[in-house]
């Protein structure tokens, strides 16, 4: 499971290529022998890679909008940081609590991936994808 290797891999550098999380997320990927389909040729940038996700998955806007689409460790969560509605960063769901609409994520930026917490109504979280 990509989030197996995505856990094995906080604290230690990221994969090469860029952008970082684009890179790290792949690379969990192909760590794990899942397949992720998307061409390689969308892994440039996050918008493109973005864009790939959601011609080859399911993507949901607002858990609020339906329940059955509630984010689950493993699902991928995109976000615009700048706070722009452009999608410039993602990052593997790794664990969701519902009572207290809180996010954790494994994420890279450059550093050393590691966790991160949110809101579920922070307004820089743009969308989720199963890919699994």
Same mark, same amino acid.
């Given at each position: 499971?990509? @989030?197996?290797?995505?856990?094995?891999?906080?604290?230690?550098?990221?994969?090469p290529g860029?952008? /970082?999380?684009?890179?790290?997320?792949?690379?969990?990927?192909?760590?794990?022998?899942?397949? @992720?389909?998307?061409? /390689? #040729?969308?892994?440039? =940038?996050?918008?493109?890679?973005?864009?790939?996700? *959601?011609?080859?998955?399911?993507?949901?806007?607002?858990?609020?909008?339906?329940? #059955?689409?509630? /984010?689950?460790?493993?699902?991928?969560?995109?976000?615009?940081?700048?706070?722009?509605? *452009?999608?410039?960063?993602? #990052?593997?769901?790794?664990? $969701?609590?519902? =009572?207290?609409?809180?996010?954790?994520?494994?994420? #890279?930026?450059g550093e050393a991936p590691?966790?991160?917490?949110?809101? @579920?109504?922070?307004?820089? $979280?743009?969308?989720?994808?199963?890919? @699994?």
């Amino acid at each position: 499971m990509p @989030l197996n290797h995505a856990r094995k891999r906080i604290g230690r550098p990221p994969p090469p290529g860029s952008p /970082p999380c684009v890179a790290f997320v792949c690379r969990c990927f192909f760590d794990s022998r899942a397949p @992720l389909s998307v061409p /390689p #040729a969308s892994i440039l =940038t996050v918008p493109s890679f973005f864009r790939a996700i *959601q011609l080859s998955y399911d993507v949901w806007f607002n858990i609020s909008t339906c329940s #059955a689409w509630v /984010p689950r460790p493993g699902d991928l969560v995109f976000f615009a940081e700048n706070l722009d509605g *452009q999608v410039d960063h993602v #990052a593997f769901v790794e664990r $969701i609590d519902l =009572t207290h609409s809180l996010l954790w994520v494994i994420a #890279a930026r450059g550093e050393a991936p590691d966790r991160e917490g949110y809101r @579920l109504s922070d307004d820089r $979280i743009i969308a989720f994808a199963r890919v @699994l």
